[in-house]
């Protein structure tokens, strides 16, 4: 019996590597001209970190996470989101001291979830944070990193943007009292699931997908309605900057993200191009949060990005240039004994034609075998190394998806050919 891989846990292909790989240096690109600074912590984190983080009565904790015992009995889990980890190598590190930072990260997060399209059970996340400011002008960059980032990828027009304040933590321990009161009241009324979180992570009911549930919230006290006047002077602030920079949203005011250590600030960018799901990025505010694992105090904000789910987008939308899928630029055939020169010659072209995408062909064959392996490639141009090229020091060019008529060139004249063209 052939052993296959874990259910949710995908493998990569190389046919769907070049667009990750595209994706991927967009982000870094955007994030380098910010200043953002890139960050490794490890997958493998004490289960503890995770509670304190995000929440023991969450989804994640209860039911999500990958957490065992090790050999000494301690239990660890694998990361199921990056801002803990972020937040704790930091604080470890010694980089938040009297220190600002802005910092993002790449890798796989794991949930154990029902498998779907667009949500697996090792999936991957690229993260932005930004630690030491408290102004509303921090969030804002992160905003506008992100709508930058759209635009490079070229989905602006397939996403939008929603805000909210969440307040402070006494802000919502209020709110959600009077939410519980409301709510205990009509639970009858509720669907399966909020009843289950109206004694556990009861905001959570506010972004439910039950339409009656959302009927019944109509009526249910606002959120805005216990948020203190620092908190809305911030959140005023952002929407002026959201505004002077043109950046359009909508104030979602049921909105509340899903992990505990969120506070004023939230926001998520939405797609109607992935059906049901349908958030690319969310992120948020989290000042509390480096002091509740440990640290000094110092304000956070950030965002993570599902990696899976743009892929999906940006095939979804066809936005990613043919020319990422190609890999090869040449191709180097050679027909007879002449393995050592191709090799050699090959290694010279990649030293003198800095970028150049050369395939040597291996394995030997007839010169029809490698011609159709070199059509197959993906290269435009084939090399023709035989006996008679050998001998003169000239190679054979062969122009694969034009209409060139086949050359002959010196092979001291090759590099120039080479560059010139790419």
Not at 143 to 154: F, Q, S, V, Y
Not at 235 to 243: G, I, N, R, V, Y
Request: with cysteine; proline share 3%; hydrophobic share 35%.
């Amino acid at each position: 019996m052939k052993i296959q891989s874990i259910r949710g846990m995908n493998d990569l292909l190389p046919e769907q590597s070049a667009t990750w790989q595209y994706l991927e240096k967009i982000v870094a690109d955007v994030l380098s001209r910010y200043s953002y600074r890139e960050i490794r912590f490890p997958i493998l984190e004490q289960t503890e970190l995770f509670k304190r983080a995000v929440g023991e009565v969450t989804d994640i904790v209860e039911k999500e996470m990958y957490s065992f015992e090790d050999r000494n009995g301690d239990s660890l889990s694998l990361r199921p989101e990056g801002t803990a980890g972020c937040v704790r190598a930091c604080t470890q590190n010694g980089l938040l001291h009297n220190q600002t930072q802005r910092l993002w990260y790449t890798g796989p997060m794991f949930r154990h979830e029902r498998p779907q399209k667009g949500r697996l059970r090792q999936f991957h996340q690229i993260g932005v944070e930004a630690f030491g400011l408290t102004g509303p002008d921090i969030d804002a960059e992160l905003l506008l990193i992100t709508a930058n980032l759209w635009k490079a990828l070229k989905i602006d027009h397939a996403v939008s943007l929603q805000i909210n304040s969440l307040g402070t933590s006494s802000d919502r321990a209020q709110y959600r009292a009077a939410l519980v009161d409301y709510l205990t009241a009509r639970k009858s009324q509720l669907d399966e699931d909020s009843q289950r979180r109206l004694d556990s992570n009861p905001m959570r009911i506010l972004d439910s997908k039950n339409q009656d549930t959302q009927a019944l919230l109509n009526d249910a006290p606002k959120l805005a309605d216990y948020i203190d006047d620092e908190s809305r002077e911030h959140f005023e602030q952002l929407c002026a900057m959201l505004d002077a920079a043109n950046i359009s949203y909508q104030i979602n005011p049921r909105l509340v993200r899903g992990l505990d250590y969120y506070s004023k600030t939230v926001f998520e960018w939405v797609t109607n191009h992935l059906g049901a799901q349908g958030t690319v990025c969310a992120g948020g505010r989290y000042d509390g949060l480096v002091e509740q694992l440990g640290g000094k105090p110092c304000p956070g904000v950030g965002f993570a990005m599902g990696v899976e789910r743009l892929v999906l987008l940006l095939d979804e939308l066809a936005v990613v240039p043919d020319s990422i899928a190609q890999t090869v630029d040449l191709y180097l055939v050679a027909v007879g004994n002449l393995e050592l020169e191709a090799l050699v010659l090959a290694e010279n072209l990649r030293s003198q034609c800095p970028g150049i995408r050369l395939e040597c062909h291996c394995g030997g064959g007839s010169f029809k075998s490698q011609m159709k392996k070199a059509d197959k490639s993906g290269a435009s141009i084939a090399l023709i190394l035989g006996e008679d090229e050998a001998a003169s020091g000239t190679i054979g060019v062969k122009y694969l998806r034009e209409d060139i008529v086949q050359q002959s060139v010196a092979q001291d004249s090759l590099t120039k050919l080479i560059n010139d063209r790419f």
